[in-house]
């Protein structure tokens, strides 16, 4: 069982190294000309760097340094080979992310790397076992297919993280609230024994959140650096590889059998639903349109979001919170055993929907009479600005008399 002693120790040297290696990577990005400049599809207004990926690569291994020097972590460390694929796998994407980042490639090159670092993931043993059939229960899946499957999560992940890499910070703060909203769920299973202490998706989840927490400073609005392929792909093999060790090769007997949308395959899928939601409707946007998956445009759902009338925060805030809520909504009948707790999160969801579509409203009403207000003021300070004609004043005066 993981202490949390030992958890947050590998959090805080994650976090750490990965802000510390920040200033690193800006004037590596800087030196060799990653720098991005603004563009008809880019929100940002000035250059900024974009290898941060290379501080996120030096806090994971920071990461598993902290680990394989606490005790707790032991058993992780048992099995060699399952850590060094890891390693391999993380990379393997993050190479494939760094030459995009240096010299653009094209997507079947990038999808090969993919590819590749899943393959390097499945070959070292960190490959789904376990798959839930609604209304079946679980099912074994014969090798050959077990390693299509999880290639193809692989390749999943690391788009759906990359895609929504949109805004200053939105990635690092939906994949540092999914991961952590995992590790909650990880840990449950390991003190139900419902995952072996050897597994190591808890221990990557915990290294997620800390280099996605060390990043955060950088890459919040205004960004000072941007995190890049690199950054993003490796996020999205992280994820991959802790989902696939705990929800592809845990015990189905401790959740999944009455709550089939909480099983442990499947519960990554729920949390992960705002990443998850823009890829799937990004691949039928393009395909509709016929443009190509590798397409770029402007019809994210930061994008829309920026359209509707919220400031950039704000956007990234929203979609935060629709993970938070999702992460909610996937974790409360797992940790309470029922499902009454869910009508909070049922109104958090509802609240966060009504302030989306309402806020931008309220705010431009509220500016339109704000520039009436100042309009009507305008017009009545030039009324008494203005003499009086000659004409009028005597007669006023005669009047008078």
């Not at 030096?58 to 020097?69: D, F, I, V």
């Not at 442990?264 to 729920?270: M, W």
């Not at 994210?300 to 979001?305: P, S």
Request: proline share 5%; net charge positive.
């Amino acid at each position: 069982m993981r202490s949390s002693w030992s958890l947050a120790v590998v959090f805080a040297a994650a976090m750490l190294t990965t802000c510390a290696l920040m200033p690193v990577a800006i004037w590596v990005a800087r030196k060799v000309g990653a720098v991005v400049p603004p563009g008809d599809r880019r929100v940002h207004t000035t250059p900024t760097p974009t290898l941060g990926g290379i501080a996120m690569f030096g806090g994971l291994l920071a990461g598993l340094a902290a680990a394989s020097l606490r005790t707790s972590f032991d058993a992780v460390f048992t099995s060699r080979t399952t850590v060094l694929g890891v390693v391999g796998a993380a990379s393997v994407m993050w190479i494939s992310g760094l030459v995009d980042d240096l010299r653009e490639v094209s997507a079947p090159a990038k999808l090969a790397g993919m590819v590749l670092s899943g393959s390097v993931l499945v070959m070292t043993g960190t490959q789904i076992v376990n798959v839930p059939i609604p209304f079946v229960g679980f099912t074994v899946l014969a090798p050959d297919l077990a390693v299509v499957v999880s290639v193809l999560w692989v390749a999943v992940m690391a788009n759906a993280t990359n895609l929504i890499d949109g805004l200053d910070g939105l990635a690092a703060g939906i994949i540092a609230i999914a991961a952590g909203s995992f590790l909650v769920y990880s840990i449950k299973l390991d003190d139900a024994g419902a995952i072996d202490s050897t597994n190591i998706g808890p221990l990557i989840a915990v290294i997620v959140v800390g280099v996605c927490v060390g990043f955060l400073p950088w890459n919040f609005h205004p960004a000072k650096a941007f995190m890049g392929d690199s950054g993003a792909l490796l996020l999205g093999l992280l994820m991959a590889a802790s989902t696939i060790a705990v929800g592809g090769q845990s015990d189905d007997s401790f959740t999944g059998q009455s709550w089939f949308f909480f099983a442990p395959l499947v519960l990554p899928l729920v949390i992960l639903g705002v990443p998850l939601f823009d890829m799937a409707f990004a691949i039928l946007r393009r395909t509709t349109r016929r443009t190509g998956f590798a397409t770029a445009d402007k019809d994210h759902l930061h994008h829309r979001l920026l359209r509707l009338g919220h400031g950039h925060r704000q956007a990234v805030l929203i979609l935060w919170g629709f993970t938070a809520v999702l992460s909610g909504f996937a974790l409360v009948p797992v940790l309470t055993r029922h499902g009454e707790g869910l009508w909070p999160v049922l109104a958090a969801f509802v609240a966060l929907c009504l302030f989306t579509l309402l806020r931008p409203r309220v705010r431009r009403r509220g500016e339109l009479d704000i520039r009436r207000g100042d309009e009507a003021g305008s017009s009545a300070e030039a009324r008494r600005a203005t003499p009086e004609p000659e004409a009028s004043r005597s007669g006023s005066a005669q009047r008078t008399g």
